[in-house]
T-cell receptor, first 117, second 113 residues
Framework: AQTVTQSQPEMSVQEAETVTLSCTYD???????LFWYKQPPSRQMILVIR??????QNATENRFSVNFQKAAKSFSLKISDSQLGDAAMYFCAYRSLSGGGADGLTFGKGTHLIIQP | NAGVMQNPRHLVRRRGQEARLRCSPMKGHSHVYWYRQLPEEGLKFMVY????????ESGMPKERFSAEFPKEGPSILRIQQVVRGDSAAYFCASSRTVNTEAFFGQGTRLTVV
């Protein structure tokens, strides 16, 4: 079974600064997806960024980018120019492709990101 | 195009009652996933359904919990004889195909008193 570990229960960053959230995972599979989701106080789960394991290039979405290290099974999220609206819980998630993608997402426990004005 | 709709947003049940949680997937989406989120935890996969079929229920408790996704109408997660430990947020997600992005609803917060 796959596991996803987020070792930082809480992170704090000054507005406009850069912060990196860490995520490691354990799997014996070679094909999978990795995701970062944001959950603000409204509870809505919002997809931030997605990485296919077969792609060597790190995914980027505006101020959000990942550092995907497949051999190390590491998938960190970097948020540049942090904004107050970035304050939320951030969840790292894994999705297997071995079952034709039928498996659900496996989530980490989350990192609470605080933005200091 | 409306997103994934879950209702109710909040549900309070007394111990022993039944809870029915509804999820209407996005238009054109035939794949539905249910997750449970306990306080201070990430989401835990419960069940994956396609229209009229349960594909994977490996995360579903063996007793009291059931899910369906009928040909017409929303997907239903049913919890019979609820206990305090069932109190959690229950999320539904839908996708168009098995390999495309899943979109989440806003969840139903179940409180058992």
């Amino acid at each position: 079974a796959q596991t996803v570990t987020q070792s930082q229960p809480e992170m704090s960053v000054q507005e406009a600064e850069t912060v990196t959230l860490s995520c490691t995972y354990d799997t014996s599979e070679s094909d999978y997806y990795l995701f970062w989701y944001k959950q603000p106080p409204s509870r809505q789960m919002i997809l931030v960024i997605r990485q296919e394991a077969y792609k060597q290039q790190n995914a980027t979405e505006n101020r959000f980018s990942v550092n995907f290290q497949k051999a190390a099974k590491s998938f960190s999220l970097k948020i540049s120019d942090s904004q107050l609206g970035d304050a939320a819980m951030y969840f790292c998630a894994y999705r297997s492709l071995s079952g034709g993608g039928a498996d659900g997402l496996t989530f980490g426990k989350g990192t609470h990101l605080i933005i200091q004005p | 195009n409306a997103g994934v709709m879950q209702n109710p947003r909040h549900l309070v049940r007394r111990r022993g009652q039944e809870a029915r949680l509804r999820c209407s997937p996005m238009k054109g989406h035939s794949h539905v996933y249910w997750y449970r989120q306990l306080p201070e935890e990430g989401l835990k996969f419960m069940v994956y359904l396609q229209k009229e079929n349960i594909i994977d229920e490996s995360g579903m408790p063996k007793e009291r919990f059931s899910a369906e996704f009928p040909k017409e109408g929303p997907s239903i997660l049913r919890i019979q004889q609820v206990v305090r430990g069932d109190s959690a947020a229950y999320f539904c997600a839908s996708s168009r195909t098995v390999n495309t992005e899943a979109f989440f609803g806003q969840g139903t917060r179940l409180t058992v008193v």
